[in-house]
């Protein structure tokens, strides 16, 4: 694997984290890929999370902020600059009344969970998506028809000058699998307004979402989940695996990436249980081939949801 060599700023980064460098990433992913962090930074409290932002933007030193690595196919020539993964602290989760609090560091499950203890509705959907907050919040993750912001009633935020900040949701103008997060910011925590309901009730619709997503998900193999976005064809949105399947490209291989026989919406890395893992330059090359082909035969340009990080 290819190594950075030791950046002239190293040993410059600001005290209290401990950094590491390249460090290979492809285990902090849930798909397998990806090249080492030059500097990976482990961050145990946000007074040292604000000064590595803060720190980093001064710097022109890219911080890239990695939840549980669940929507990111890190390239095969790793991250330059300081990769920070929150999921190991700044996980803070608490309910109060009918409110939930949530940091970014938290895994969605825990949240889900915490909120269904407290007898509260309205988040289920997230205990089957597995990622953490911070990505979700990135990603306006979603699914069964919500989205993360739909109950969001307040958010927090590192600015560049790593100031916390409270942003009214609408600044981020959250969409379908996006937000407008600026240059250079980091989520911090949500706040959800849930409703009271039944705990049990709460619990057995999370037991069938999970079961539902045994039975349809490769989940057995190393993926990013959804790999493309849906698409809207004839002003009606389809399911973006539909679309691939149409296009007569589920099972597609290029050497350990393959579009699953299962799902044809995932792109599995299946050379990883045969012991010879897929690369990011695998994935890059099947998803080209993909899109080539679904604008070849459907004439549609289909959008990628994951997200490519890093350098070839
Ligand atoms: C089996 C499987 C099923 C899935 N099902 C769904 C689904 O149903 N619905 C859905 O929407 N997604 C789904 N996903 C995708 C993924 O789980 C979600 O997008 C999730 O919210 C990403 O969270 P994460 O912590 O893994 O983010 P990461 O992959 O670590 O990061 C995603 C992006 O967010 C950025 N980021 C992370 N933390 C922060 C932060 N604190 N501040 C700013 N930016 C940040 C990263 O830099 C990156 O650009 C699935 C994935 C898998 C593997």
């Given at each position: 694997m290819k190594e950075w060599p030791l950046p002239n700023w190293f040993e410059e980064l600001p005290e209290g984290p401990v950094y590491t460098r390249n460090v290979p990433l492809a285990d902090y992913t849930t798909i397998k890929v990806g090249g080492p962090a030059e500097a990976m930074a482990e961050v145990t409290d946000w007074a040292q999370m604000a000064a590595l932002v803060k720190w980093c933007n001064a710097h022109a030193v890219a911080l890239t902020p990695m939840g549980k690595g669940s929507n990111m196919v890190i390239r095969d020539g790793g991250i330059a600059g300081v990769v920070v993964n929150l999921a190991k602290g700044l996980d803070a989760v608490r309910v109060d009344g009918n409110v939930l609090y949530a940091e970014a560091g938290a895994a969605n499950g825990t949240a889900a969970r915490a909120a269904r203890e407290a007898g509260l509705e309205g988040i289920a959907f997230f205990g089957g998506i597995p990622g953490a907050i911070g990505g979700a919040l990135r990603m306006n993750a979603g699914a069964y028809g919500f989205e993360t912001f739909d109950r969001i009633t307040r958010v927090w935020v590192l600015d560049a000058d790593g100031e916390e900040r409270e942003v009214a949701p609408e600044f981020l103008a959250p969409r379908y699998r996006g937000t407008a997060l600026p240059m250079g910011w980091l989520y911090k925590a949500?706040?959800?307004?849930?409703?009271?309901?039944?705990?049990?009730?709460?619990?057995?619709?999370?037991?069938?979402?999970?079961?539902?997503?045994?039975?349809?998900?490769?989940?057995?193999?190393?993926?990013?989940?959804?790999?493309?976005?849906?698409?809207?064809?004839?002003?009606?949105?389809?399911?973006?695996?539909?679309?691939?399947?149409?296009?007569?490209?589920?099972?597609?291989?290029?050497?350990?990436?393959?579009v699953s026989e299962q799902h044809a919406n995932f792109f599995v890395n299946a050379g990883a249980k045969e012991g010879t893992p897929g690369t990011a330059a695998d994935f890059e090359a099947l998803s080209q081939?993909?899109?080539?082909?679904?604008?070849?035969?459907?004439?549609?340009?289909?959008?990628?949801?994951v997200r490519f990080t890093g350098v070839e």
């Open positions: 949500a706040e959800w307004q849930l409703q009271a309901g039944d705990k049990e009730e709460i619990r057995k619709q999370m037991q069938e979402i999970n079961r539902a997503r045994s039975t349809s998900q490769p989940l057995h193999m190393p993926s990013s989940g959804s790999w493309f976005k849906n698409v809207v064809r004839d002003g009606e949105r389809v399911n973006a695996w539909r679309i691939v399947d149409e296009a007569g490209c589920r099972g597609m291989r290029v050497g350990g990436a393959q081939m993909v899109e080539a082909q679904i604008s070849e035969k459907l004439g549609i340009v289909i959008e990628r949801e």
